[in-house]
C-alpha cells in the first residue's frame, strides 16, 4: 500500500499563506497538506498502511495459495502484466469479456445472462475549471506565474481526476474455496 500526500508548507510560508482550521481532535484530517505532518498523525497513517499491507498479504497468501519467497516475491509493489502475473500464480489465464462470462457461467454457476455493468470514472475537478484560473492569478499575482505552467504541465490536477479513488481498492475474486 502506498499513502502520497503533498507538503505544500515551504511554498505557502514563502508566498505569504496561512491556513488555520478548527478541528474536533487532533488527528482529524490528517495529514494535511497545509501544514508539516505531526509524529502523531504519521504513526496513525503508518499504522493504516502495515494493517493494510498484511490484509493484502493475507487474501493473496489465501486466495493464491502463495507462501514464503512466492509471497514475498509478489508483495514487494511492483506491477506485473498479465504473462507475469500468470507465471507467478497470481492470475489463472489471460481473457476478453466474453471468456470471464464463460468462467463465471462455468466455475461460478453464475447465468452468462447476467447484464455486464462498465464502471466509468467521473472527474471531480471538471467543474471547477474556475480552480484552475483563480490558482494561476493567485500564482501570477505573488509574482509566481511562472510555477502556473509547469504545475499544468506535471497535470497534478489532472492526475488526482484521474485516480477519482476513495479508500481501499480490491478486485473482486472468488474464495479459495471455489
Sequence with gaps: MLFQYPNL??????????????????????PNGLEPTTPEARAAIEALVVDSYAWFKDIVR??????????????????????????????????REQEAIDWLAKSGNIDPKTPVRDWRLHPR?????????????????????????????????RAAEKL?????LMLWHPSASN
Excluded at 514563502?14 to 490528517?30: H, Q, T
Excluded at 507462501?67 to 507465471?87: H, P
Aim: glycine content about 10%; hydrophobic content about 45%.
Design 164 to 168: 477519482n479513488l476513495d479508500g481501499l
Design 62 to 95: 489465501d486466495r493464491r495459495r502463495l507462501e514464503g519467497e512466492d509471497l514475498d516475491r509478489v508483495a514487494d509493489g511492483r506491477v506485473f502484466t498479465g504473462r507475469q502475473a500468470i507465471s507467478l500464480k497470481l492470475a489463472d489465464e489471460i481473457g
Design 125 to 157: 475537478f471538471s467543474q471547477l475549471s474556475f480552480l484552475h484560473l483563480g490558482i494561476a492569478k493567485m500564482f501570477d499575482t505573488l509574482g509566481l506565474g511562472s510555477l502556473a505552467p509547469e504545475l499544468e504541465i506535471a497535470g497534478a490536477l
Design 9 to 30: 508548507t515551504d511554498l505557502l510560508t514563502k508566498v505569504g499563506i496561512k491556513f488555520e482550521e478548527i478541528k474536533s481532535s487532533p488527528l482529524k484530517a490528517a
